[in-house]
């Protein structure tokens, strides 16, 4: 029933900057997470149905902002000052809303995305 489609994946240079969207189909509890070749998948930021409250890992607080603007159905990833580590294919992420005001691990997404590859260089 929901479907979660990710853009905005890309190249970037180092100390950079790329947005990625995600079209959602509703007022969802979002999620961004990574995952880089040979890891697993980990929490980047979330956000809460409303916008009103929202979540970063430590690794891009104060780098990466998300964002969702509900009349459009989308949900954003701001990625600035972009790090060869941020290298990894990100997915968008939802909830139930009953199930949480955010959603920060694997375990709590009822839905994910494809993926969109970002891909960060010197």
């Known amino acids: 029933q929901v479907h979660l489609a990710e853009s905005g994946g890309g190249l970037a240079q180092a100390g950079g900057s790329l947005r990625l969207s995600c079209a959602a189909s509703?007022?969802?509890?979002m999620s961004w997470f990574c995952q880089a070749p040979g890891k697993e998948r980990e929490f980047v930021a979330a956000?809460?149905?409303?916008?009103?409250?929202?979540y970063y890992s430590d690794s891009v607080k104060g780098r990466f902002t998300i964002s969702r603007d509900n009349a459009k159905n989308t949900v954003y990833l701001q990625m600035n000052s972009l790090k060869l580590e941020d290298t990894a294919v990100y997915y968008c992420?939802?909830?139930?809303?009953?199930?949480?005001?955010?959603?920060?691990?694997?375990?709590?997404?009822?839905?994910w995305g494809k993926g969109t590859l970002v891909t960060v260089s010197t």
């Open positions: 992420a939802a909830a139930e809303p009953d199930h949480a005001l955010l959603v920060a691990t694997p375990k709590s997404v009822d839905y």
């Open positions: 509703g007022r969802y509890p």
């Open positions: 956000i809460s149905w409303s916008g009103g409250s929202t």
